[in-house]
């Protein structure tokens, strides 16, 4: 794994800007992986700048059999710093770095600890430096020391030095050998550690040091949140009987995480139920024992629809039989079916409640039969039927189709040598018009009378640019829809548009006829003579009364 730019990982002390793993073929298992499993890959951070650094020192001395006074060592050994050209002792002098305090000494042999601590606002590196010039200089080193007592002098030489060096980082961050790790979102410093957010808690800022607690009732699902949005309703997951889930029993999810649930062996969820439902749904789900499909015995029972070799809980077996319809349930995983006889019936809807005059469709059905049959028709005259020659899913179909309907008509289906048969009429309507003459510029009112309906139709009248007025809606019977029309100026027809129960439309036209009214004009008098126009027998006797009057 690589870090993004300027982000790293703190391992051992040091940073890093790539993860390597290796895979143990002994154990099959990844160098990073964990106890359950788990393979999580290491934090990356970013850097932070220390308040300070000290580079602690354990100086072994020969020379001397006891220590001298610390202060006086302290002193001795900032001299000899100071005193040396090299630049990489230049932090002493120019006070980069300086001596730090709580030094000691301890005896057999003589060790000389002290510290240098390097303030951050300068460059990180002096004190690095230093160290690795001291560890060459070792031998070198000789300090010169008058010892209180006698004011004798004392020199001891350096025999050899270890050190660490170690980094005081700013709040929100943690110490990483000679650096510092800003703590990330998600994390919190507690203590001087990069520490995950607690369990309902979360950070989105790096460097915090301490984290946002949830609102209200919500949580989150693990620790080291780094959003708001990780506050949810939270669900633990419930145990299915029979079953399991993923996630595990007992995990923390949000209330609306799918859980999948995976049954034993012969269980399901039952019919109609989800194996994903939410964590919060999850409670009362369990797997069922599903079903055997019974086995069929052809003339005993006959299955509408397929369920296949097994059923599960609550799904559900329909058998028809004897004309009616039952349904098998699967329950307890158990299923019998009752047995039933061959029964005929009609099927579909190309017969009922059709126009005088129309064709008609006639569908007779054999259920619960192994075999072909053969069907005998009554009330069909001498139309031939067209019966399938082989028998599907348990059922056989014949077919008749009418040409010409023209009254209520009782047609008869049966299964020859069965002594089974049924019995069905062919209902049929009649749509009769009245239309009507008017005057120009007059009203009229055009009737559409239906009769022998037996179920619910729908009466539209419709003008020649095809617009649509919906005058009711009627249960059968014989029933009468009235148009007014107003404001007539030609002769036109409408169409009264009956629609049946089954969506057949059957169209009937009724004409309205506009007539001209005679013109009648006052006689006009150009010195003897009187002008007529004269249009019908009636206008010409009106006129000649007029004469005769005049003429008194």
């Known amino acids: ?37 788990s393979r999580p890959w ?3 951070y970013g850097k932070s700048t220390p308040t300070k650094i000290t580079l602690s020192v354990d100086l072994t001395l020969t020379g001397a059999t006891s220590c001298p006074a610390t202060s006086a060592l302290d002193s001795a050994m900032e001299s000899w710093l100071k005193a040396q050209t090299n630049s990489a ?42 160290d690795t010039q001291l560890k060459a200089d070792v031998t070198s080193i000789s300090l010169t020391i008058t010892t209180s007592k006698k004011r004798a002098t004392v020199t001891l030489t350096g025999n050899s030095v270890t050190t660490t060096t170690a980094a005081e980082c700013p709040s929100g961050s943690q110490t990483v050998g000679e650096g510092c790790a800003q703590c990330t979102v998600g994390q919190y410093e507690k203590d001087g550690v990069c520490t995950e957010c607690p369990l309902n808690t979360y950070s989105t800022s790096a460097g915090s040091t301490e984290c946002v607690s949830c609102t209200g009732d919500t949580g989150t699902v693990d620790t080291g949140s780094d959003s708001e949005s990780d506050c949810k309703e939270i669900c633990t997951v419930g145990t299915v009987t029979k079953g399991s889930t993923n996630p595990s029993e007992n995990s923390r999810v949000g209330a609306s995480t799918k859980v999948t649930i995976t049954c034993d062996s ?8 989800s194996n994903t439902p939410t964590c919060q749904d999850l409670s009362g789900y369990q797997c069922y024992q599903q079903c055997e499909t019974p086995t069929l015995t052809l003339d005993g029972q006959a299955y509408v629809g397929s369920v296949g070799s097994s059923m599960s809980f609550g799904q559900a077996a329909t058998i028809q039989c004897k004309g009616k319809i039952d349904i098998l349930i699967c329950l307890s995983g158990t ?12 099927s579909g809807s190309g017969y009922s409640d059709i126009i005088s005059g129309s064709s008609a469709t006639l569908t007779c059905t054999a259920f619960v039969i192994s075999n072909a049959v053969n069907f005998t028709w009554s009330g069909i005259g001498g139309v031939t039927p067209v019966t399938a020659n082989s028998v599907n899913n348990f059922a056989q179909d014949s077919v008749v189709k009418l040409p010409s309907v023209a009254q209520d008509t009782e047609v008869g289906c049966a299964i020859e040598g069965k002594g089974i048969s049924t019995k069905t009429t062919v209902d049929v ?54 148009l007014s029309i107003s404001g007539i100026t030609q002769s036109t027809s409408y169409t009264c548009l009956v629609t049946g ?29 009187i002008f007529v126009y004269p249009h019908s027998l009636t206008t010409v006797l009106f006129l000649m009364l007029l004469l005769l009057l005049k003429l008194n």
């Open 266 to 273: 012969g269980y399901d969820v039952g019919h109609g139920n």
């Open 89 to 130: 002792y230049d932090c002493v002098d120019s006070g980069k770095c300086a001596m730090g305090s709580g030094s000691s000494c301890t005896t057999g042999p003589v060790v000389y600890k002290f510290s240098l601590v390097q303030a951050t606002d300068t460059d990180n590196s002096v004190l690095g430096t230093l």
């Open 1 to 37: 794994m690589t870090c993004p730019s300027n982000t790293f990982i703190a391992e051992n002390g040091q940073f890093s800007s790539t993860q390597t793993v290796t895979c143990n073929a002994l154990t099959e298992k990844w160098s990073h992986e964990e106890s359950d499993g």
């Open 42 to 44: 290491s934090t990356c």
């Open 501 to 529: 129960s089954t969506g057949q439309q059957h169209p009937h036209s009724v004409a309205v006829e506009v007539i001209s009214v005679p013109t009648i004009e006052p006689p006009t008098s150009q010195g003897s003579r």
């Open 335 to 346: 299923l019998s079916a009752p047995s039933c006889d061959p029964v005929v019936v009609f």
């Open 429 to 482: 309507f009649t749509v009769s018009g009245k239309g009507a003459t008017v005057e120009k510029g007059g009203s009229v009112v055009v009737t559409c009378t239906v009769q022998g309906a037996t179920k619910s139709l729908r009466i539209t009248w419709k003008d020649q640019g095809d617009t649509g007025v919906t005058i009711g809606e009627w249960s059968g019977g014989t029933q009468t829809a009235t």
